[in-house]
């Protein structure tokens, strides 16, 4: 596609529900990024893909937090038994190199999540 | 470690006068520095990008920013405000680590008046 797609744009939980986003990268991009945006907050890192290899998942916030890329093109990012501190925008990004070596990173719409 | 600080969190400026927002850097090295802006439940869009190459970056829209090694300073500046204008902009560095994952300022959110 000609851009990073992310779905659902909105989604609403209960607390302790599991959640699954999406993210469909701009086609050919080899470096996949998810980052977490709290309300009024710049976005901060989540985890690293180069192809399907989940090489940096430093910035996930606990072990409910999981991510996957099986093929090396769309990305899954799973919340487990989701807290109310989980509420965010999570974006996903693509660039087409695989150090992103000055290349920019493609951000999506990203998707709201309100834990209720 | 490197980090970004915006030193604004808000500036307002009337339509049609220039467009200051400030960004001060802190690295070991030359650093990978872009500025990024955010509309109203919307993604991240590169505004301009930082590679060494000129000291000078010109970007999208009218933007620009000088990076200033001596100030450690990346400010973006645009010479008459739109009221499309209006955003959140950040500044952003990319780490050295293995991810080169970008490092975001707290952001800054730019109001234009008619």
């Known amino acids: 596609g000609a851009g990073v797609s992310q779905s659902p744009r909105y989604k609403v939980a209960k607390r302790g529900q599991d959640v699954a986003l999406r993210c469909d990268p701009i086609?050919?991009?080899?470096?996949l990024f998810w980052y977490q945006q709290a309300l009024g907050q710049g976005p901060e890192f989540l985890t690293y893909?180069?192809?399907?290899?989940?090489?940096?998942k430093s910035g996930l916030p606990s072990d409910r937090f999981f991510a996957e890329r099986p093929e090396g093109s769309v990305s899954t990012l799973k919340i487990q038994r989701t807290q109310q501190e989980d509420s965010a925008v999570y974006l996903c990004?693509?660039?087409?190199?695989?150090?992103?070596?000055?290349?920019?990173?493609?951000f999506g719409d990203g998707t709201r999540l309100s834990i209720l | 470690a490197q980090s970004v600080t915006q030193l604004d969190s808000h500036v307002s400026v009337s339509e049609g006068t220039p467009v200051l927002l400030r960004c001060n850097y802190s690295?070991?090295?030359?650093?990978?520095l872009f500025w990024y802006v955010q509309h109203p439940n919307k993604g991240l869009q590169l505004l301009l990008k930082?590679?060494?190459?000129?000291?000078l970056v010109k970007g999208i829209n009218g933007f620009e920013a000088e990076f200033k090694k001596s100030e450690t300073s990346f400010h973006l500046t645009k010479p008459s405000a739109h009221m499309s204008d209006a955003a959140e902009y950040f500044c952003?560095?990319?780490?050295?680590?293995?991810?080169?994952?970008?490092?975001f300022g707290s952001g800054t959110q730019l109001t234009v008046l008619p």
């Open positions: 990004a693509s660039s087409n190199r695989d150090r992103g070596d000055h290349q920019p990173q493609h």
């Open positions: 086609s050919g991009h080899v470096s």
């Open positions: 893909f180069q192809n399907e290899a989940q090489l940096d």
């Open positions: 690295s070991s090295y030359s650093p990978s």
């Open positions: 930082y590679t060494s190459a000129a000291t």
């Open positions: 952003v560095v990319i780490l050295s680590g293995s991810a080169r994952q970008l490092t």
